[in-house]
């Protein structure tokens, strides 16, 4: 729209109407076209970069392709303009965009046999193949030699070339593209897409025969309804990064289910909580292919998970079993509290301790349904569910386990109904920084001062630390999303669906539950503080209620208490690192970066271009030039363009297209503001003249040290072209294209007696200070046009404004506070600090102070 208007007015009539010169005109409207897509585009992405925006890289690939293919037109249509100059640019372009696409690009895959892998050779492979878990497993069975259930493997080859003889690859691209995770209905639609193209798609025959075979290889001399389970076994997961709960397993599958079984779990990868997890945790969608491990399935007399190390003393030499009746579901599921065994890893040979759970309800098998969950019987439910002798072999277990792997254990088991244990997976038990820091002086300390009431008490530490907040009880899945930010969540059950909620939440407090159970692990690896099986006062905590989590002592605080919070250690931000931001800033550095700034340089030609940006700036500067003055870089003006010279140090070119110049000064070469009859110019200069802004050097700001452009007050002198502005104008309109550096606006303006013609719209973008200044200058100057009645978007550092329907007063009042906006925040982006107080210039701004200078050095 903006494009457009600029035209409305701009006839033909204003240049020499011959063929060649209108061709000219048409490539630079649609040059400027795709240089304002250009510059959206690479807000966007500078956008992701800085803020470090949660979004799946496929976003990045498919605004990068919009970013590259605008820049791409804006060098065509500045070849158009000047056929005989530049042809090096598209060499450029090709050379940056191919570095960029590289990057961009998969990693390659394999999707040739084997489609399988027996249990007993996966060891001989590596993790890229058979996933993490599948690996792991096969590796402790062969080298270790500890039982676990016979199967094989369905390999990431077979993964792959499911996607690619589907052709799922790119619809899955395009889903991923455009998800937003902080939407709940994005997030739920985008998983229900993706999950049925994978549910309806067709297995290919030679992974029908592969599979089949190996199953009923599997099933040979077994009973006559033999079952399996299948479980995920995706790169990346079970290592650093958990995944603990987000993929699929399913359990007691029979042999003619198999194949649909496949399908679900790796379905079960585009699920909303496991996408959620993988792209907060900056992972790339294909970093995380999926293998589907096949086992032998236990009817379990009981089962559990050993930590080698005790998540509530690390510095302990003690490891604690957990253990429930029948499956593991439960447990894992965070639905049942375990019976706790604790054995020195010192002395292996010795119970330390037992904590016996009352286990009201169990999982078992069930032919129809898979699995069911049923009452426990009477006589079993305070009864230890693991006998002694079975406690010290999975502690032997556990200690080997942690030996070999070299880190504390997360370890999966479970044990027959003729008594028979087996190693279902082992993972890294991954512990909290803050949970090694342990100091009772300075807790006993603060214990004494806290004068707040206590709400709740008892339990059990999940997860270390302090979380303050109102009162969110979770009572449904559903709801989730829904949790505000900064709430303390108040639950029954914690299931591993729940990550999509975790960034919300400063502290959870979970009725019933273990330790041991999936989301405690998800709780850890994210830092959040977090009681289980609260003894004391759970339903005493009131929706909406403000409270003070201390999940070392187990205790919930009524209000805030300072003290405690004081303490609290900040979260792990392991985004910054991850693969995602890797890729990404290698991305920005060849789209973003900015080195060809000068135009008066010698410098400034296609062979010093060094980013797309550069790039964007060369075909920008050299296309107005192109229109508005003569081919040569110093030289003089097209026919109709003259001069406006003022006495603050900018340089206009205008092109009056009806009344925008008084009539005696129409043969004028050089105009005065005096000689200005738009009333939207008028206003808009009148604003830049306020003698409130300061265009005069200061002694207090080395202006020099961050800008070599600068002479006074961070503005050059009034006959470079550098900052040469470029305006279009009528009695009543006004396009102009400001440039003050390293920063670029647009202003384009109907002003008159007509309030339902009478608009304004604003872009602002760029600048030449670090990125928090750029963001800190645009925020300040979003809130300063909201205040001016403004509708305002803002990605990163553009901002794009619009005010409507102004009466004639209105307008021209606010043009001139526009004008004034303008001049206080030239280089504002170079002297705001991340603490600087945006609130309180605001404030000084509307109340006519226009340098802020001095306020920033003083605060």
């Known amino acids: 729209m903006l494009i457009k208007n600029l ?26 076209e795709y240089d304002k897509a250009a510059h959206e585009f690479m807000a966007s992405l500078e956008d992701i970069y800085y803020t470090q925006k949660k979004c799946d890289f496929q976003t990045v690939v498919k605004t990068y392709e919009h970013f590259a293919a605008s820049v791409l037109k804006m060098v065509e249509e500045l070849l158009k303009m000047c056929p005989s100059n530049y042809w090096s640019l598209k060499d450029y372009f090709k050379k940056f965009d191919f570095y960029i696409r590289f990057m961009l690009a998969p990693q390659a895959f394999e999707f040739s046999p084997p489609f399988i892998i027996e249990f007993d050779k996966i060891s001989s492979f590596n993790e890229a193949v058979t996933g993490r878990k599948a690996f792991s497993l096969s590796c402790l069975n062969n080298e270790l030699h500890l039982p676990s259930p016979n199967g094989f493997v369905i390999t990431t080859n077979t993964f792959h070339y499911f996607l690619e003889t589907n052709d799922l690859r790119e619809p899955i691209n395009e889903q991923l593209a455009n998800l937003d995770i902080s939407d709940s209905s994005s997030l739920e639609r985008t998983a229900r897409k993706i999950e049925q193209l994978i549910l309806n798609a067709t297995v290919p025959e030679d992974i029908d025969a592969a599979v089949t075979g190996a199953i009923n290889s599997l099933g040979q001399n077994k009973e006559v309804n033999f079952r399996v389970a299948l479980r995920s076994s995706a790169v990346k997961e079970d290592g650093k990064v958990s995944f603990a709960g987000q993929y ?52 379990s007399k009981t089962s559990g998970v050993i930590y080698t190390r005790d998540i509530e003393d690390p510095l302990s030499d003690d490891l604690l079993i957990h253990s429930v009746w029948g499956q593991g579901g439960l447990l894992v599921e965070g639905e049942a509290s375990p019976d706790v065994i604790r054995v020195s890893k010192k002395n292996p040979v010795t119970i330390v301790s037992t904590k016996i759970a009352t286990k009201l ?31 010290l072999t999975l502690a032997r277990w556990g200690i080997s386990l942690e030996a070999h792997f070299n880190q504390p254990q997360d370890v999966e088991w479970c044990q027959n109904k003729f008594g028979k244990l087996f190693i279902l997976q082992s993972r890294p038990l991954n512990l909290h920084p803050g949970a090694i820091q342990n100091n009772e002086k300075q807790v006993r300390i603060t214990e004494n001062k806290i004068i707040n009431t206590i709400i709740c008490s008892g339990g059990e530490m999940v997860s270390p630390g302090t979380g303050s907040g109102p009162v969110y009880r979770l009572e449904h899945l559903s709801q989730a999303l829904h949790i505000p930010d900064g709430s303390v969540v108040v639950v029954r059950h914690a299931l591993p669906q729940f990550v999509i909620a975790i960034n919300k939440m400063t502290a959870i407090i979970i009725g019933t539950g273990s330790r041991a159970s999936h989301f405690s692990s998800i709780a850890r690896e994210y830092g959040v503080p977090a009681i289980v099986n609260v003894g004391n006062g759970f339903d005493d905590l009131v929706q909406g209620s403000h409270v003070t989590v201390d999940a070392d002592r187990c205790i919930v605080y009524e209000g805030t208490v300072k003290s405690l919070l004081e303490r609290t250690t900040s979260k792990e931000n392991f985004f910054k690192d991850s693969s995602f931001m ?26 010093a271009c060094r980013s797309l940006h550069d790039i964007i700036r060369f075909v920008h500067e050299t296309a107005v030039k192109e229109m508005f003055l003569i081919g040569d870089r110093k030289g003089g003006r097209k026919k109709g363009a003259k001069k406006l010279i003022s006495d603050i140090p900018m340089l206009f070119y205008v092109l009056d297209v009806g009344q925008g110049i008084k009539a005696g000064q129409m043969n004028e070469k050089i105009l005065r503001p005096k000689d200005i009859a738009s009333i939207p110019m008028k206003a808009v200069l009148e604003g830049l003249s306020n003698p409130g802004i300061c265009w005069s050097e200061t002694t207090h700001f080395d202006w020099e ?93 553009l901002i794009d404004a619009e005010f409507k329907n102004g009466s004639l007063k209105t307008m021209k009042e606010t043009l001139d506070m526009t004008g004034r906006l303008l001049g206080a925040t030239k280089l504002m982006d170079m002297y705001l600090k991340e603490n600087t107080e945006l609130e309180f210039l605001i404030d000084d701004f509307m109340n006519g102070q226009y340098d802020f200078r001095s306020a920033v050095d003083k605060g």
């Open 7 to 32: 035209f409305r007015y701009w006839t033909y009539q204003v240049f020499s109407p011959g063929t060649i010169l209108r061709e000219k005109y048409e490539s630079f409207k649609a040059l400027l």
């Open 248 to 299: 699929q397993t399913l359990l007691n599958i029979n042999k003619e289910d198999v194949l649909n079984g496949y399908k679900q779990v790796i379905a079960g990868k585009y699920s909303a909580h496991a996408l959620f997890y993988r792209i907060s945790r900056g992972i790339l969608d294909d970093e995380t292919p999926m293998a589907v491990l096949v086992l032998e399935m236990i009817d």
């Open 361 to 391: 309800k169990q999982m078992v098998l069930e032919p129809e349904t898979q699995t069911q969950t049923i009452d426990t019987d009477q006589d079993k439910r305070n009864l230890l569910s693991l006998d002694e002798p079975s406690v």
């Open 582 to 607: 890797v890729k990404l800033q290698y991305v920005i550095n060849f789209c973003a970066k900015l080195k060809l700034t000068d135009p008066e340089s010698d410098s400034f030609v296609p062979e």
């Open 705 to 797: 040290e961050y800008d070599r452009i600068v002479m006074a007050g961070g503005i050059i002198s009034a006959d470079s072209s550098m900052f040469g502005s470029y305006a279009v104008l009528s009695k009543e309109y006004l396009n102009v294209n400001f440039r003050f550096g390293y920063h670029f606006v647009i202003l384009d303006t109907i002003c008159s007696s007509s309030k339902k013609d009478n608009y304004i719209l604003f872009r602002f973008s760029g600048g030449g200070g670090s990125p928090a200044g750029r963001f800190l200058r645009a925020n300040f100057i979003k809130e300063i046009l909201t205040r001016l009645g403004f509708m305002v978007e803002i990605t990163s550092d």
